[in-house]
Nanobody
Framework: QVQLVESGGGLVQAGGSLRLSCAASGSILNINSMGWYRQAPGAQRELVGSVISGGITNYVDSVKGRFTISRDNAKNTVYLQMDSLKPEDTAVYYC???????????????WGRGTQVTVSS
């Protein structure tokens, strides 16, 4: 079984910063991509950013230049550094990873439970 546990959400004023962390644990053989999605009230879940095992990153246009995603492969952990936060960044942020487990031997998609980020104006 695989678990993704997020931490680091909270309340911050506009212009401030937060750093999210997500650690994957369990019977992990390999991790391909790790990333962050977010879902605001009444909206669909959207990709914020992702990083593949080779270190290549991808971001949604609205966060480019403000958010930075990074990964510690030794710790099976992905981070999201969020700077210059805006009220429209308010959402529940979900960690996502594509993982191959020792038991299954196939690639599967895993999700964390989410962490709330609220940016006040």
């Amino acid at each position: 079984q695989v678990q993704l546990v997020e931490s680091g959400g909270g309340l911050v004023q506009a212009g401030g910063s937060l750093r999210l962390s997500c650690a994957a644990s369990g019977s992990i053989l390999n991790i391909n991509s790790m990333g962050w999605y977010r879902q605001a009230p009444g909206a669909q879940r959207e990709l914020v950013g992702s990083v593949i095992s080779g270190g290549i990153t991808n971001y949604v246009d609205s966060v480019k230049g403000r958010f930075t995603i990074s990964r510690d492969n030794a710790k099976n952990t992905v981070y999201l550094q969020m700077d210059s936060l805006k009220p429209e960044d308010t959402a529940v942020y979900y960690c996502n990873a594509v993982i191959r487990t020792r038991a299954m031997g196939i690639w599967s998609n895993y999700w964390g439970r989410g962490t709330q980020v609220t940016v006040s104006s």
